[in-house]
């Protein structure tokens, strides 16, 4: 499908409310970039496109214009089995995405497989000057590697990221936050030894403590050692 009969079929699902409410949950968008197509709805678009195999032309157009086509275009690339494919059409389009909810929506399924490819795309991710691909890079490392494939390294990959931009370090915050949850002994010490920027450290401690994945206890710990 061409731009022109997405950015229609987009049109046709346009929700005035909705547009109204992801135009707040995304300050750094002008609001006449914004059709209002639910996320359900761009989904179920994106699948079909997918089933096609007829995205090719999309997915190289860029810069899209709508926010709605960037949010279908993430959903598409998520559905690429092709770990190759998918990867190539991933780095293409990080550049060109411009707010945090088409950052976090890009989710690869093929990813799960093939963690070990999949690492130094994220280290080279994390070094970026870009916001949104240094965010996407952190957003990966949290998703899939804080469990079975969880490694020491991972954190200090995240601790070493410091910036001045807000939604990385809210990421950074939330990996910390997660990294809380599920390998509470290997990250305390980023706490007590205060190896994080202050605002990351106290905001992950801040979502950690609001988790219920944490407990009690280490809740109560945690709040002994926010900076003041």
Known sequence: ??????????????????????????????????????????RSIAKEILATGDYEDFLSDLPHKYFDENQLHAFIISGIKDFDLCIGEVCKFLPFINNWATCDQMSPKVFAKNKEKLLPYIYNWVKSKDTYTVRFGVGMLMAHYLDGDYKAEYPKTVAAIHSDEYYVNMMCAWYFATALAKQ????????????????????????????????????EYLKTLKIK
């Open 1 to 42: 499908m061409n731009k022109t009969a997405i950015q229609k079929r987009l049109y046709a699902e346009s929700d005035a409310k909705y547009r109204d409410l992801a135009s707040k949950l995304t300050p750094t968008l002008k609001a006449d970039t914004i059709i209002g197509v639910r996320t359900p709805a761009l």
């Open 184 to 219: 509470y002994k290997s990250v305390i010490p980023y706490f007590e030894k205060r190896k994080l920027d202050k605002w990351v450290h106290n905001k992950a401690i801040q979502k950690a403590r609001e988790s219920y994945r944490v407990g009690d206890a280490e809740k």
